[in-house]
């Protein structure tokens, strides 16, 4: 019985999700465009595609991640204000973006951060303008976490989900995660 169980688990864990590499790639690249008004050339970046059932909960045999993860970067040394490449998570059946991160190397010291209620004015204008949110009404803040000069800020909002947006040191935003409450 539990052999035919683990073999249920071992074809689930090792089952592919279907997606098409140079869709994932665009979708990422349109995003950079529309949310962070970067481009981000890929002809000098190693990219790595990340299937979500390559890394499971041990208890609920799902997914850690969502969508189909995608990261795009440069070698060696990167350079002051270099966009050195950027990390996304597409869902693949609806070319939703998950999570969009852009990878900028900034001078600055690891203790600077933006202030609490800046950080979270340019978070909330942030979601505003790029209609992240359709219910903005029901968005609350949860947390704000720092980490060598980059801010977090975690709003709640349709009573599981999550929005995460990161702001730099410089006051840009650099990323944004939607996610579902565990």
């Known amino acids: 019985m539990s052999e035919k169980f683990n073999e249920e688990i ?15 790639l665009k979708v990422a690249q349109d995003g950079l465009e529309k949310y962070f008004k970067v481009k981000v ?4 970046k190693q990219i790595k595609y990340y299937d979500p059932n390559d890394l499971v909960e041990s208890k ?14 440069s070698e060696g040394e990167p350079k002051i204000n270099e966009i050195r490449g950027f990390e996304a998570r597409i ?35 942030f979601i505003k303008e790029n209609k992240l949110i359709e219910n903005i009404d029901s968005m609350k803040f ?10 977090s800020f975690k ?3 349709d009573q599981n989900k999550t929005m995460t947006i990161v702001i730099n040191s410089l006051k840009e935003v650099i990323s944004f995660i939607h ?4």
Do not use: C
Not at 112 to 121: I, S, Y
Not at 179 to 182: A, L, T
């Open 10 to 24: 071992k074809r689930e864990i090792g089952k592919k999700v279907e997606y098409d590499k140079d869709t994932i």
């Open 91 to 125: 869902n693949p059946d609806s070319n939703e973006i998950l999570r969009l991160s852009v990878d900028k190397h900034v001078k600055g010291n690891a203790k600077d951060t933006v202030k609490d209620e800046e950080g979270k004015n340019i978070a909330i204008q």
């Open 179 to 182: 996610e579902d409450k565990q």
């Open 155 to 157: 709003f709640e909002y």
């Open 142 to 151: 949860i947390e704000r976490t720092d980490e060598k000069g980059i801010s």
């Open 60 to 73: 609920t045999n799902k997914p850690i991640y969502e969508g189909i993860g995608i990261t795009a970067l």
């Open 41 to 44: 050339s890929t002809n000098d």
